[in-house]
């Protein structure tokens, strides 16, 4: 997508839009790969196509880098471009589009505010990532499900990555 300097820093960083079936992301990584933060999203079919941001995290080692807003205006520019509604569920992305809003809106950006529909349409959406990390994982695995299966909501990663927050 982007790909912008850090301030007093040698490295840069990349922003990349992930769109999988589920649930999709923005995430920023160093040149070196190295992993600096991501917004995850659920895309909501209907008249007008809606991006749902529930998670957002970025590295607290890169704080002060202005890294936030190098996400954020890459998720709202995509999402313009895409002609998609935005729904801030996350906190990073809501206090911004407190202050900024009109900002977004005058650019041709369309906000929604979110419904309680939009948590039950994020819950199938992790219940459908994690039942597509168990079937893609060894027979191993799923023979030893019992003591090794995480739960859906955990907040660590496994070889599917983060799972969905605890709501």
């Known amino acids: 997508m982007n790909q912008e300097a850090i301030e007093d820093a040698e490295d840069s960083v990349t922003v990349r839009l992930g769109l999988a079936r589920s649930i999709s992301s923005c995430s920023v990584r160093r040149a070196d790969e190295i992993?600096?933060?991501?917004?995850?999203?659920?895309?909501?079919?209907?008249?007008?196509?809606e991006r749902i941001f529930f998670r957002t995290e970025m590295c607290a080692d890169?704080?002060?880098?202005?890294?936030?807003?190098?996400?954020?205006?890459e998720i709202l520019k995509s999402s313009i471009d895409g002609k998609y509604a935005v729904v801030p569920l996350c906190p990073l992305l809501s206090r911004h589009l407190l202050l900024h809003g009109e900002k977004f809106v005058s650019e041709g950006g369309v906000l929604r505010d979110p419904r309680p529909d939009d948590i039950?349409?994020?819950?199938?959406?992790?219940?459908?990532?994690?039942?597509?990390?168990?079937?893609?994982?060894?027979?191993i695995r799923q023979q030893d499900f019992s003591v090794t299966l995480r739960?859906?909501?955990?907040?660590?990663?496994?070889?599917?990555?983060?799972?969905?927050?605890t709501i």
Do not use: H, N
Not at 40 to 47: H, I, K, R
Not at 120 to 139: G, Y
Not at 151 to 165: A, N, R, T, V, Y
């Open 35 to 49: 992993f600096v933060g991501t917004a995850e999203f659920v895309v909501s079919p209907g008249e007008i196509e």
């Open 62 to 73: 890169f704080d002060g880098y202005g890294l936030e807003q190098l996400l954020v205006g």
């Open 120 to 139: 039950r349409l994020i819950t199938r959406a992790a219940r459908s990532d994690a039942q597509e990390c168990l079937s893609d994982a060894p027979t």
């Open 151 to 165: 739960l859906p909501f955990s907040m660590e990663g496994d070889e599917c990555g983060p799972s969905f927050p």
